[in-house]
């Protein structure tokens, strides 16, 4: 993205006086050396009212959408998020955040931070009976080659919590046993797996053996 972003800049200065972007796009370039907060983009909404049923109504902060219409086989990212520390510079970097405030303790209403969701269609369209999910991935750690991640998955000292009851990191049970017996919990190798064994109910791992599994 960074390659994307010297690019715009480079698009913008040669853009001539008197000519105008697309009217449907929106930049800010800003450099600021103030303390405090700096913020390229800020929203806040707050609602006041809605429908009498609860549920119903949405408010959302920001909705970013992009798509790629038929013929355009190219990438498309829905939000692109980047958080750099230049030389010289020793900063904590959060290349995304987001975080759920409930403050009302009667809220037993799910909160969750983030949602991967896979669609195959609009929302409110017709299934088109197949899932079309060919090489989907809810969640990819990646690196530029030469670089990488120290640890994949951390939780910090408080992030697990639950009144009266055991916090769970990883959360298999609204599943039943049926469907987790079909799955590889963790894929060690393309045919080495942990698996689940729904008659015994136990974690086994299996070797797939060529010409029998």
Request: glycine fraction near 10%; proline fraction near 7%; charge should be negative.
């Amino acid at each position: 993205m960074s390659r994307l972003l010297v690019s715009l800049l480079c698009s913008l200065a040669l853009v001539p006086l008197g000519t105008g972007a697309d009217p449907g796009a929106h930049f800010s370039i800003y450099t600021t050396a103030e303390p405090g907060y700096a913020y390229g983009f800020a929203a806040n909404v707050d609602r006041t009212g809605g429908s009498p049923l609860p549920l119903k109504d949405f408010t959302v902060g920001a909705q970013l959408s992009a798509r790629n219409g038929p013929g355009v086989d190219q990438w498309a990212f829905g939000a692109a998020t980047e958080a750099w520390a230049v030389r010289g510079s020793r900063s904590i970097l959060v290349g995304l955040e987001a975080a759920v405030i409930n403050e009302e303790p009667t809220n037993l209403f799910p909160k969750v931070a983030n949602n991967a969701v896979m669609k195959n269609r609009a929302d409110g369209a017709a299934d088109p009976g197949q899932a079309m999910n060919a090489n989907s991935i809810a969640y990819w750690v990646s690196a530029q080659p030469g670089t990488g991640f120290e640890r994949g998955l951390v939780f910090d000292a408080h992030s697990l919590a639950r009144t009266g009851g055991r916090p769970a990191a990883i959360d298999l049970s609204d599943l039943p046993d049926e469907a987790i017996g079909e799955i590889d919990l963790i894929r060690i190798r393309k045919d080495v797996a942990l698996r689940y064994d729904p008659a015994t109910r136990q974690l086994v791992l299996h070797v797939t053996r060529p010409g029998v599994d």
